[in-house]
């Protein structure tokens, strides 16, 4: 039984979410993903509702004194009856206002713009990593002196690996006859080489049409510590508990990540973070930093999981919370169970998905060609002469090394001759 005629609803204005726009009838137009649910719930209990935000622009922080902020505050102090703005079921929350039943589960995951800066010296090596280059000049080094042990007198260790060296390169593999006595060692060599050459081949043809790029940062405790060399920043939301919960994680490194965000004020609105939360930002210094946002996924795939930008966005499989996203509702107010009723069909219904798709393209229908290119692709696409530098770098100190050997070859000999006739 109801015993309201009129709910007052407390959330956010947000982009995207929650949007508030007055109108000449005085009324209020509500748009996006949480207005469009709360609109349905409110027509099929039938109930009329008024519309507040809190003054913070918070969620709902409690403080020491034990009183909250932001949405959670205006319920525990009876300024409104239900609240929604992405709200989530912790238990601290769960003390002081009732939730409804879950529309959303949810986690904190990370989202940065790609770089397109790329480790340009020797990347080269980088075509296998550092194991495997080991496992290959132990290979190489052990049938060096394998081979030098069957050939004893007849090669030396310098002419073996040079050999060897230059079968890896395709090069004829050419020793004392001898070595026939051995085929096994001798076809096994050919076999490894063949297969390291063609692996390497393989990919380094795959790098000259397609430029790797830098490591990536793919997790939290890659995150932190790319914000410990200073390569990297970490901002989360305004008026949220994200950095709290950072710096009470049991794993350091997400204490240390927790901690860089309340000192350096890494922290973005609730609308910025609906709009583009990846806008590119520089630090003091005027060196540009990778921006990396902590949020949730529901945003990220909102904004990012669209057009080009699935290819220019990276957003992180790992999260370090999880929680389950409901409608805030003040202590003894009625309804609840009704309320639950039509939140349960509008989730199994798939329609508050729908809402997040329809948002998302509105989203990128609403973009200019420039707001689209946040990651200049053609840089990703195009070979350029700045790919080839560590190539002609090694290229010049081989020549260079070649001419100074040769002229050590022409001049040595007059040299000699010169100090042979001194000593006579």
Known sequence: ?????????????????????????????????????????????????EIVTPEDGQYGIQLSSGNWTGVIGMLCRGEADIGIANLGIFEDRYRSVDFSSSYMSEGLYFSYVKSANREQLFSFLRMFDFSTWMFFLASFFIASVVILIILKDKETLSSIMLYLFGSFLGQTLIFHKKINEWKIIFFSWMLFAFVMSSVYSG?????????????????????????????????????????????????????????????????????????DPLKKKYSPDGK?????????????????????????????????????????????????????????????????????????????????SEERNIVEIAEDRILTIRDLTDAFLLLSAGLLISCLIFVIEMVFPYIKRGYNKVRH
């Open 1 to 49: 039984m109801r015993t309201e005629e009129k709910w007052i609803i407390s959330t956010l204005n947000r982009s995207r979410l929650f949007e508030i726009f007055p109108s000449s009838d005085g009324k209020l137009k509500l748009f996006g993903m949480e207005a469009e649910l709360i609109k349905i719930i409110m027509a099929k209990i039938g109930v009329g509702y």
């Open 288 to 368: 540009p930093k990778i921006d990396a946002v902590i949020g949730a996924k529901y945003i990220f795939k909102m904004l990012y999981e669209i057009g080009d930008f699935k290819s220019k966005v990276f957003v992180s499989e790992d999260r370090f919370i999880g929680g389950s996203v409901g409608i805030a509702i003040r202590k003894g107010f009625c309804c609840l169970s009704e309320m639950n009723k039509y939140i349960t069909r509008i989730v199994e219904a798939g329609i508050y998905d729908k809402f997040l798709k329809d948002e998302s393209l509105k989203y990128w229908f609403s973009l200019s």
């Open 203 to 275: 990919a380094l043809s795959s790098f000259l049409v397609l430029p790797s790029e830098g490591k990536s940062v793919e997790n939290y405790r890659e995150l932190s510590e790319a914000v410990a060399k200073g390569t990297h920043r970490a901002y989360t939301m305004k008026g949220a508990n994200h950095a709290s919960f950072l710096r009470h994680c049991p794993e350091h490194y997400l204490q240390f990540l927790g901690k860089m965000i309340e000192e350096n004020m890494w922290y973005i609105t609730a609308d910025e973070m609906t709009q």
